[in-house]
């Protein structure tokens, strides 16, 4: 079975400096899906990211970037120029290719930007 | 627009009671999901669907129960046999597994159950 571990539960960042958040994976799978999901304090759940593990190229969307090592199962999010809308609980989560495939996430780690 | 809708945003029940949480897509989606959200424990798989009268449990079923008669809905009974229901629950919806790309989950807004 798949499990996503994300081990820290809170960090902090000063606005406008660059925080780096944890995720590592178990898999069996050679091809799946991870993502990162932002949920804001109105609980709306928003997709910050995607990883296709086939491709080699580490994703980017805007400020946000992944450091994605396929061998090490590791799944981390960057987030450059820290803004206050930053703030949000963040979960990372995996897909496998099968067609029952389900989606999993971690725990969840509460991100907070400092004015 | 297209877009996962849940409801109702909160729901209050009466221990003993079953009640049942709507979740509707018109996103085209093959997937469906619901999931529980509780304080320190993320989300945690209560049920999923690949298709149409076709479901599988998630990691914490016991006490829920679910359809998927049609495409587009995906309702979860919270059943008096689940012990301690008072939680966040959310639904979402997905392409299969297996389409690329674009296999993210789009979420709905969320109901918050309280037993009373």
């Known amino acids: 079975a798949q499990t996503v571990t994300q081990s820290q539960p809170e960090m902090s960042v000063q606005e406008a400096e660059t925080v780096t958040l944890s995720c590592t994976y178990d898999?069996?799978?050679?091809?799946?899906?991870l993502f990162w999901y932002k949920q804001p304090p109105s609980r709306q759940m928003i997709l910050v990211i995607r990883?296709?593990?086939?491709?080699?190229q580490n994703a980017t969307e805007n400020r946000f970037s992944v450091n994605f090592q396929k061998a090490a199962k590791s799944f981390s999010l960057k987030i450059s120029d820290s803004q206050l809308g930053d703030t949000a609980m963040y979960f990372c989560?995996?897909?496998?290719?099968?067609?029952?495939?389900?989606?999993?996430f971690g725990k969840g780690i509460t991100l907070s930007v400092r004015p | 627009d297209g877009g996962i809708t849940q409801s109702p945003k909160y729901l209050f029940r009466k221990e003993g009671q079953n009640v049942t949480l709507s979740c509707e897509q018109n996103l085209n989606h093959d997937a469906m999901y619901w999931y529980r959200q509780d304080p320190g424990q993320g989300l945690r798989l209560i049920y999923y669907?690949?298709?149409?009268?076709?479901?599988q449990k998630g990691d914490i079923a016991e006490g829920y129960s679910v359809s998927r008669e049609k495409k587009e809905s995906f309702p979860l009974t919270v059943t008096s046999a689940q012990k301690n229901p008072t939680a966040f629950y959310l639904c979402?919806?997905?392409?299969?597994?297996?389409?690329?790309?674009?296999?993210?989950?789009?979420f709905g807004q969320g109901t918050r159950l309280t037993v009373v």
């Open positions: 990883q296709e593990a086939y491709k080699q």
């Open positions: 979402a919806s997905s392409r299969a597994p297996g389409h690329l790309p674009n296999t993210e989950a789009f």
């Open positions: 989560a995996f897909m496998g290719p099968g067609a029952n495939s389900k989606l999993t």
């Open positions: 898999t069996s799978e050679n091809n799946y899906y």
């Open positions: 669907s690949q298709i149409v009268n076709d479901f």
